[in-house]
Structure formats: C-alpha cells, structure tokens
C-alpha cells in the first residue's frame, strides 16, 4: 500500500442501542450486548479495556453504578463509546440528571429485574429483547407500561439474579438456566383500586416521566429549580407560610427552610413522597414548572414509601413476645419465611434478632433454606421430565424425516420449541438418541 492511501482505524465493534425515553436500553445491558456479540466473555471484555480492575465481576464492585450517575457510570460510557464510536452512551445511564437528584444513596437496586411482558414484545415485534434503564431504579417497583411488578427469579430453574452482571449473562435469558425470561400473560397480585397498587402506578409513571423528557429540557436541570418548586408550594398550599407547608409536608419548619433556601436537598424518596402527597409530577418538581400547583391536591401519606419500620436500636424490647413469635415461625407448618422477612414483620433490625436469639436465627434460616432446596429440587426434576419426552419426540421426527439423530441436532430443534438444554443435561438426549436406536 502506497502512500497515496490511507486505511482509518477500524473501531473494535459496532452497536445498535435499543429504546428512548423511558424504554431506553441500560448501559448495563449494552456492555452485555457487545460481550454476546462478539463472542467474548465479559469478564476479559471488562479486564482488556480496563472497564473495572483485574476482577470486573467481583463481589463488593457495585456493578449496578455502571447505570447511574458517578464516577463509575461516567467511566464507563466513557469506554465504551471509545470501543464503539458512540458519544451518546451516558444517555443509558442516569448521568444526564445528576444535577437534580440529591443524596443517591439506595437510587439503582443491586438486583437485575425485568418485565416479562415487554421481553415478550420486544421478541413478537420482531426485534431482539433488551434490558431497559428504568428497571433498575430502585424505587419503581412495576412496569409503567403494562403495570406488572418487575421479577428477579426465573420461573423455570427459580434461580434468583442477585447481581446486575453476571459473568455468562445473556440480555433476557436467565442466567442460570439459560431460558428466556420473556412471558406472553402475567398475573397480576393487586387489585385497580388497591392504594398500594395506585401509589406503585404513581412512581412508575412519575419516573418515566423523567426519562421521557426531551434533552432540551434535561440540560436545564438544575437544584434551584426544587428550591422554587418549594416557595411556589409554600406559596399555593401553605398560603405564604413555611410552616403550614411543613404541616401539609409532615416536615418541620427548619426542614422546609432549608429546602427553600437551597442549602439542603431532599431525598430521591422524599421528592417521591412529596410528588405523590400534592399529585405534583416529578418531572415538574426537577424542571420547576410552578404551574402543576394550580392542580395539586392535598392526598394521604404514600402507602409503603418505607420499606419498613425498623428500629435499629430498640430502647426496651419486650424479649420475651419477640422469642415467642420467633418459636413459632419455627414450628408453623405454613411455607417458611427468610429470616429477613421475619425480622420485617415484627419491625426490628435482623442484626438485633440475630444477637438476642442466634438458635432460634439459626433455625428459621435453616428451614428456609431447606424449602427452598426442596422446591429447586422439584423444579429441576420436572423440567429433566420436560427434557425427556421432548427429546423423544423430536429424536422420533428425525428418524421420521430419514436423518441420523445426533446430540446438536436435537439440541437445536428442542431450541426452537423453547426448551433449551444446559451441559449437565447432554446425557439426557444421549439417551433418547440410545434408546431410539435399539428399537
């Protein structure tokens, strides 16, 4: 090659992201993307462009960060525009509203979560499934699209997705099983009136509402914008008095000082709480749009917005009551419960219960973990069952069709009628295939 030519740098791969708004694909999932592919494990993808350290996927990395708005999401759109071309990516993650949105703590859940119902139309539309940004904010609970609650555990192995990455993840495949997690027809556990449910509907819409706004708007974020939103509450609901909004607010006045002076910043959840309690949206509260308080209405505290009254330090706990009900969760013969539940129900830290009563800690944890062995084991049996008489049929139409069965091609037409087989299962279609022939 001559001088008169020059080949540019060829980038290391090529992307399509997927979704806006609040059906915007998570930056999570297009790392995941680009790892699947390419045919590249995620770990080495990670480790080669210095993503996340020697050990990407170690336990204590945060790995849910990569979608929010620090250092760690910055790092990483950073990145993987570089490997990509792509100078769009802090978009998929929650950068853009880092103005806006005060103490973080508890802002993405460390869990992977989807909805089953969008993986089901993202596939029957004739596209490939991916992961959306709104469903690892913490704090929404259901989808706002089809009002179904997120899940994190697999219907067919039950394996519950603890991290947001996993090192053999796939972008709507379990990670256990390798099934898709995508369902045409999801029950719902709550009824339309249930104020639980309506609260729920409230934060999902309220948060994509956030994302849906244009970029326009987004640029011109800013916390003084909650500062006015503040004196314009003050000024329609308390009539010009702090206090009055305080009352309205279940805060005190000192609180509501500091809020409209801008030297203190309320919470995610409380910006929530707020939203709902005045029927004021939330991307008016970030945007500062004053006209929403001309339809606000004063409603009931939020329903759940704790995740529980927990009383870290109990001044005097009635030890006797709490070992009485602790002997019973023991004895019951109803379904177990996690001791974390348990510790739930009756209002006080798992830590505490834990120092007081460690056997009868021990015991309830021991049950739970003994029922859940005992569904997994049923589980896992059925779908060995599953194996079998599929592996059968389809071992039947190949020699019907003149071929010669072997493991991959029977692995491939089970594939396709959407029961995929792990390793540990080869010996399975090995002996369909066996017992086919000696007939």
């Not at 802002?107 to 989807?114: A, D, F, H, K």
């Not at 990670?175 to 309506?198: A, H, I, N, Q, S």
């Not at 500091?258 to 203190?264: A, D, H, N, P």
Request: proline share 5%.
């Amino acid at each position: 090659m001559n001088g008169r030519f020059h080949i540019p740098p060829r980038l290391p791969f090529r992307i399509e992201t997927h979704g806006h708004g609040s059906q915007r694909q998570k930056l999570t999932d297009i790392f995941v993307q680009i790892g699947n592919q390419s045919f590249l494990p995620l770990p080495a993808l990670a480790r080669h462009y210095s993503l996340q350290g020697d050990k990407p996927f170690a336990t204590g990395n945060h790995l849910e960060q990569i979608n929010g708005l620090g250092s760690m999401a910055e790092r990483w759109a950073k990145n993987l525009g570089k490997m990509t071309g792509r100078h769009d990516l802090s978009r998929h993650t929650l950068l853009p509203f880092r103005g806006v949105f005060g103490r973080t703590t508890g802002l993405l859940t460390r869990r992977r979560r989807w909805c089953p119902l969008c993986l089901y139309e993202d596939v029957e539309s004739g596209g490939r499934s991916y992961e959306r940004l709104i469903w690892a904010i913490d704090v929404v609970q259901i989808c706002p699209i089809h009002h179904v609650a997120f899940e994190d555990s697999c219907r067919t192995c039950g394996k519950r997705c603890t991290r947001e990455m996993a090192i053999r993840q796939v972008s709507g495949l379990c990670e256990g099983c390798g099934r898709w997690l995508g369902r045409e027809e999801v029950d719902c556990d709550f009824e339309d009136d249930d104020p639980r449910y309506v609260f729920e509907r409230w934060i999902a819409g309220g948060f994509a509402g956030i994302l849906d706004m244009p970029d326009a708007e987004v640029e011109n974020l800013c916390l003084e914008n909650i500062s006015l939103m503040v004196r314009a509450g003050i000024s329609t609901v308390g009539d010009g008095k702090a206090v009055r909004f305080g009352v309205a607010c279940g805060k005190q006045k000192s609180v509501i000082s500091g809020w409209q002076s801008g030297q203190v910043v309320p919470s995610l959840q409380t910006m929530v709480s707020l939203s709902w309690r005045f029927s004021v949206p939330l991307n008016a509260w970030l945007s500062g749009r004053t006209q929403a308080w001309e339809d606000a209405s004063l409603r009931a505290s939020p329903f759940g917005m704790t995740r529980s009254n927990v009383r870290r330090s109990p001044r005097k706990p009635d030890l006797e009551k709490l070992r009485r009900h602790l002997t019973v969760e023991v004895e019951k013969k109803a379904p177990a419960r996690s001791f974390a539940e348990v510790a739930r129900g009756l209002s006080y830290d798992p830590s505490f219960l834990r120092r007081k009563f460690p056997t009868l800690a021990r015991a309830i944890s021991k049950r739970y973990t003994h029922e859940l062995l005992l569904a997994a084991a049923s589980r896992r049996q059925e779908y060995q069952e599953l194996i079998k008489s599929t592996a059968a049929e389809v071992v039947k139409l190949l020699v019907k069709a003149g071929k010669v069965p072997s493991r991959r091609s029977v692995e491939a037409m089970m594939s396709e009628r959407g029961v995929p087989v792990r390793r540990a299962d080869y010996h399975l279609l090995r002996a369909a295939i066996a017992n086919r022939q000696r007939r």
